[in-house]
């Protein structure tokens, strides 16, 4: 019986978090935490699909969805909804096994990489009417996930995870990208054990930041972000009632970090304190403007720099799920210690990873 194993990496955000939905770059990496998808093929016509890590089992019919079929909420029919359009269409069923080492709700992806796994898993098993690139299986899981089931999400998770590496992503129309060949040794991931706010978090702050620039363009049409430079803010601000202030605020500053963090990965030669002290920068707008922050996060944070980290700052949509820091060799251990001590449910160092892969 045919057998097919699909891996998908988690991911973690270095800097351009809630900037991808605005269209805005990020620089992200893959992490050595893998969503894994185990499909033997079966003589039936369903996908028996078993997730043993969270107790949760369903059987799909492979002709389960069509045109009209509603996929809200549903990451594998909507999956399944997009790929038909590319003509994958499935002729036989599978028995699947899917298991993690990604934590659930911590800021590090896990969704998306089940996404992407089954994407691939897909595209391998029956194919498709174009040739199957990460580019395409990035793209793939980013319309079910996000386009098809209205979600206020961006592309950043889907790209980092099938691309893979560490990478500075243009999240608009073009999803044009620049690997960055670097490993970034002493990368932290801290676990708070509070599950995040994805959705309504997302929902609030995307809905604000665009109407900040929506406003901004009433009264200037031709008004671009990219062009915004820190010391254009206090005018662009003039335009805009207080409460929408801190969001246009967050978002230009975000950008100009992380443009900033590009000119440190295109060098030869990285500087980490320099990246460091960009992390803990992006964080700091996180957390004054964006107030996406819990106690037990600041906490976590301030126990890294205090004991030694270069940087630190939260991962993902926010109040709750995990932080990243970054600790100087011989120290990794003395930063893990502390973020324990602060709070986290779990600490370890992870490395960059190639990202989604048949195995």
């Not at 691309?163 to 801290?190: F, Q, V």
């Not at 206090?234 to 230009?252: C, G, H, I, N």
Request: hydrophobic share 40%; proline share 3%; charged share 25%.
């Amino acid at each position: 019986m045919k057998k097919i194993i699909s891996l998908a990496s988690g991911r973690t955000c270095l800097f351009g978090d809630h900037q991808d939905y605005l269209g805005l770059p990020v620089i992200t990496c893959a992490i050595d935490k893998f969503i894994k998808l185990v499909a033997v093929e079966n003589n039936s016509a369903c996908f028996n699909i078993s997730k043993p890590d969270i107790n949760e089992q369903r059987t799909i019919q492979i002709d389960a969805v069509n045109e009209h079929t509603d996929v809200i909420g549903d990451h594998f029919l909507a999956v399944l909804k997009v790929l038909k359009k590319y003509n994958c269409i499935p002729t036989k069923g599978f028995d699947i096994t899917i298991t993690g080492t990604i934590p659930i709700n911590a800021g590090l992806s896990s969704s998306s990489a089940v996404v992407v796994a089954w994407v691939q898993f897909l595209l391998e098993a029956f194919g498709c009417n174009q040739e199957v690139t990460q580019e395409f299986i990035a793209q793939i899981a980013y319309e079910a996930e996000v386009v098809e089931q209205k979600s206020s999400g961006g592309k950043m998770d889907q790209y980092s995870i099938s691309l893979g590496n560490i990478i500075y992503l243009e999240t608009d129309e073009s999803s044009a990208y620049e690997t960055i060949p670097k490993k970034l040794p002493g990368l932290i991931i801290g676990e708070s054990g509070i599950p995040k706010d994805t959705l309504g978090t997302l929902k609030e702050l995307k809905e604000n930041a665009l109407r900040s620039i929506e406003k901004i363009k009433e009264i200037d049409p031709n008004f671009d972000i990219r062009k915004v430079e820190k010391d254009d803010i206090k005018t662009y601000e003039s335009y805009l009632t207080t409460d929408l202030q801190p969001y246009f605020r967050a978002a230009v500053l975000n950008y100009l970090i992380t443009r900033k963090a590009l000119v440190e990965f295109q060098k030869e030669k990285l500087n980490y304190k320099t990246i460091g002290d960009l992390m803990y920068q992006h964080h700091e707008v996180l957390r004054d403007l964006l107030h996406i922050t819990v106690p037990r996060i600041d906490n976590m944070i301030d126990a890294a720099l205090a004991n030694g980290a270069l940087g630190a700052k939260i991962v993902g949509s926010g109040k709750g799920g995990s932080i990243v820091a970054l600790a100087p060799e011989g120290k990794e251990q003395q930063v893990i210690d502390s973020i324990k001590n602060a709070g986290a449910v779990d600490v370890y160092l992870v490395a960059i990873d190639t990202g989604a892969r048949i195995v």
